[in-house]
Nanobody
Framework: QVQLVESGGGLVQVGGSLRLSCQAT???????????IGWFRQAPGREREGVAC????????VYADSVKGRFTVSRDNANNIVYLQMDNIKYDDTAVYYC??????????????????????WGQGTQVTVSS
């Protein structure tokens, strides 16, 4: 079982940038390199939505239409961390951002998706607040 923790949230102005990180934690932290890692967000009064995801080998990434061209998901398996680079941030990006993971078995045909029901492990979230 993998335990995830997000960091890097904060207050940012419209048009600015922020980089979120997702790491495995615990006394014996599991490695993230075998997991599809997704980023989700939940704004006040709204349902949680998928933002982006990346497969274990960084060969496939998926983005929600609302963030395409502005957000970039990447991973550093050697350091057991996954990033969400957020550029040209908009006011509507204000939300709590979560990283989540599931075992990558895409070689068996399991799709790489940012569908919430596919994810088994979740972090506690980090707040991103965009000011005008």
């Amino acid at each position: 079982q993998v335990q995830l923790v997000e960091s890097g949230g904060g207050l940012v102005q419209v048009g600015g940038s922020l980089r979120l990180s997702c790491q495995a934690t615990g006394s014996t932290p599991d490695t993230l390199e075998y997991y599809v890692i997704g980023w989700f967000r939940q704004a006040p009064g709204r349902e949680r939505e998928g933002v982006a995801c990346i497969d274990s080998s960084e060969s496939k990434t998926v983005y929600a239409d609302s963030v395409k061209g502005r957000f970039t998901v990447s991973r550093d398996n050697a350091n057991n961390i996954v990033y969400l680079q957020m550029d040209n941030i908009k006011y509507d990006d204000t939300a709590v951002y979560y990283c989540a993971g599931y075992w990558d078995s895409s070689w068996l045909g399991r799709p790489v998706v940012i569908a919430e029901d596919q994810y088994d492990y979740w972090g506690q979230g980090t707040q991103v607040t965009v000011s005008s």
